[in-house]
Every structure is written in C-alpha cells, then in structure tokens.
C-alpha cells in the first residue's frame, strides 16, 4: 500500500512541481497531490508544512520528505526498481546522468526569460544571445541523444525515463514561445507533448484560474531576454 503524498503549485507554471510529479506519476503507485497557489500568502502558511526548504515539489512516503525535483526523482527510482528510469549502458548511462545534471544547474537565461506557461501562446520573438545560446544547447541535446541513444522509442533514451522528465518542461516552453527546432528535435517536443502523464498535467492546468504575474508575460512581447 502506497503513502505517497507530493506537494505541488500551479500546474500551469510550475516547472519544477512538473518534474517531481512526472516522477511520482512513472511510479505507477497511487498517490495524492496537493496544490499550493504560488505567489500567495497561504503558499508560504502551507508549504512550512512539508517542506524544509519551503519550495515545491515536495514528496511525502509515510513519515519520510522529500524535496527537490532531481532527488525526488531519485526516491522514485528507489521505490519503483522496476519502471525504467536510466540506460544501462555506460556510455548512455554517463551521458544521460551528465545531461540530467547540466538541466538541474544551468540553462539560466532560458529559465529566467523563458518561464513555462501553460496557458500562454507566443510567436515571432527574437532572442538575446544568452537565450538563444541556451536554446540551441537543447536543441542539439535532442538531436544528439535521438541519433545515438533513442533506438526502440521517441524519447531521448527510448523509453520514457528520468532526463526526460528533466526536459518535459523546456520542451513546454519552446511550444510556448514558438520556437522554431530541427526536425529531429521537433519530433522529440512532439512526443512529450503526446505522452499521456504530460497531457492530463496539461489538460488539468486549463482548468486552472490564477495568475502567476512574474510568469506570465505581456501579450505583445517581441523580445526574450
């Protein structure tokens, strides 16, 4: 019997919530989520509740927490051995965990400019160098892990699995802001968005009525970054 509890905020712009509870979600154990308004002050009443560091995602099993997005991950891998998580083989393994990493420290222009939005639409910006540079990062890290690794699904390494939960929501984001891929890249965004965890997330942030304001940007941007 499964006591698995994560904590999350707006599905419509939480990045990092996304990332825990597609974790949670390949589980394939039951589990219970609650939702936290960000930018609220009942965010910050609630979340001393569960977390430590008062941030989502945080996923509660009985009597153990845990928080942060990659350790959260981490967690699931240990509580569900079974569902495939990371290659085994070592080069893709090494390059999967390298790829896993470089996501959860860096790509800051990206993240700062580009906040995922569920609800938004956007086309025909132009990009500061330090976005772009980081766009162009992810793009050739689709490509690359499609052509060595992705043999035997549409994902980067096949199956769906643990960096591709890391991506999810970069892959949202480039919908979002209507950025122009590779073929092979825009296959893969493709496929996240046909993935059935990722499409209930996304079709239960429509139903979602709060605005996060430091996320949600003008409606005639022309420019990121």
Same mark, same amino acid.
């Given at each position: 019997m499964s006591d698995l509890k994560i904590i999350i905020a707006n599905k419509t712009y939480s990045s990092w919530s996304l990332r825990g509870w597609l974790a949670v979600e390949h589980t394939g154990l039951p589990f219970e989520e609650i939702i936290l308004e960000l930018d609220t002050p009942s965010f910050y009443e609630e979340i001393v509740k569960y977390s430590p560091a008062k941030r989502v995602p945080t996923l509660l099993d @009985?009597?153990?927490?845990?928080?942060?997005?990659?350790?959260?991950?981490?967690?699931?891998? #240990?509580?569900?051995?079974?569902k495939f998580w990371w290659p085994t083989d070592r080069n893709a393994y090494a390059h999967a965990r390298s790829i896993f990493n470089e996501m959860h420290a860096g790509f800051t222009d990206l993240r700062s400019h580009m906040p995922m939005n569920l609800a938004g639409k956007w086309s025909g910006l132009t990009t500061s160098e330090g976005?772009?540079?980081?766009? #162009? #990062?992810?793009?050739?890290?689709?490509?690359?892990?499609?052509? *060595?690794? @992705?043999? &035997? &699904?549409?994902? +980067?390494? @096949?199956?769906?699995?643990?960096?591709?939960?890391?991506?999810?929501?970069?892959?949202? *984001? +480039?919908?979002?802001? @209507?950025? !122009? +891929?590779?073929? !092979?890249?825009?296959?893969?965004?493709?496929a996240i968005h046909a993935y059935p965890a990722f499409k209930r997330w996304k079709a239960e942030a429509t139903t979602e009525n709060s605005v996060v304001a430091i996320d949600d940007l003008a409606a005639d941007i022309t420019h990121l970054g």
């Open positions: @009985g009597d153990a927490a845990v928080w942060d997005s990659a350790a959260i991950i981490d967690y699931c891998a #240990r509580i569900s051995p079974e976005v772009e540079k980081d766009i #162009r #990062r992810v793009e050739h890290i689709f490509k690359d892990c499609r052509a *060595r690794f @992705g043999a &035997g &699904g549409d994902f +980067l390494f @096949g199956n769906f699995s643990a960096t591709d939960m890391m991506y999810t929501p970069v892959a949202s *984001r +480039l919908v979002t802001y @209507g950025i !122009a +891929l590779d073929p !092979a890249a825009q296959a893969y965004v493709d």
